[in-house]
């Protein structure tokens, strides 16, 4: 299989990881995404780093559309999305890994306010509703649950991940209405990359690694030197979950499903 990574803080560059790592511009209608192709293992891989090389554009700034065409018109067929994130339930640790089952997006918006879809004129053609219990497929995630325990850091093997808005962090009260609303652990980029991907019938599933606890999760905020620390580690331990992943990958479907109008 041909599998799409998109990676973001602190894993901006996978060439190290990659055997004839080939960079390339690919040009789509929503924008240019440079992606980087290779192989891990033996399996074709297009990586893409959402924020762009030295973190050039913040949270507010990625251009979701792009990066899912990009991975699109280079025809992965599925993809592992990894992002480093807050907790907001106590007992997901820091320096911990979570493989989300479900998603908190209820904005339902790009970063420019517009909202998360293709389908942005009357009677495109392939409009519809993406209609599914969870929003992630689920027989990549399993792959990933089996990959994350092998890298010896813990695994938690459900958790809601809350898409949130950049590029400040949240809140204590704001924190306290997402736990509220169940979710486990937030970040600022991936609930679009679910949407897009879902619409699109692309298979993905969403990986985070615990870099600290949310504002008022914890009796004592951490100095900003351990979350930091935690990012930095991050990049190899997301390398080693797509490498143990990767071999077990095979006949894998997307999450739901899309009612076209026009099919």
């Known amino acids: 299989m041909r599998i799409g990574v998109i990676t973001g803080s602190g894993s901006h560059d996978w060439h190290a990881h990659l055997k004839e790592p080939v960079e390339r511009t690919v040009t789509t209608d ?60 106590p007992a997901l640790r820091p320096g911990s890994l979570v493989v989300f089952d479900d998603l908190y997006f209820p904005a339902n918006r790009l970063p420019d306010g517009s909202l998360c879809t293709w389908y942005d004129r009357p009677g495109e053609p392939g409009r519809g509703h993406w209609i ?52 486990g652990a937030v970040s600022q980029t991936a609930g679009p990359e679910a949407v897009l991907a879902g619409e699109a019938e692309l298979p993905l599933a969403l990986v985070g690694f615990v870099t600290d606890y949310a504002n008022g999760v914890a009796a004592e905020p951490e100095p900003v030197q351990a979350l930091l620390d935690r990012v930095e580690a991050s990049k190899e331990i997301f390398a080693e979950v797509a490498g143990h992943a990767l071999p077990a990958l095979d006949g894998l479907s997307a999450a739901g499903f899309v009612h076209r109008f026009d099919a």
Not at 139 to 164: C, D, K, N, S, W
Not at 169 to 181: D, Q
């Open 132 to 183: 599914f219990d969870r929003p992630f497929s689920e027989p990549l995630r399993r792959a990933l649950i089996g990959a994350a325990g092998r890298t010896g850091v813990p695994v938690a093997t459900e958790g809601v991940y809350g898409h949130v808005d950049g590029p400040r962090f949240n809140s204590r009260p704001e924190v306290a209405a997402l736990a509220a609303a169940g979710v």
């Open 30 to 89: 929503h924008g240019s995404v440079t992606v980087t192709e290779g192989l891990l293992g033996e399996t074709e891989i297009v990586q893409l780093s959402r924020h762009g090389a030295g973190h050039h554009r913040l949270s507010h700034q990625v251009e979701h559309k792009a990066n899912i065409a990009a991975l699109l018109a280079r025809e992965a067929e599925a993809v592992i999305s990894f992002t480093v994130c807050g907790s907001v339930d």
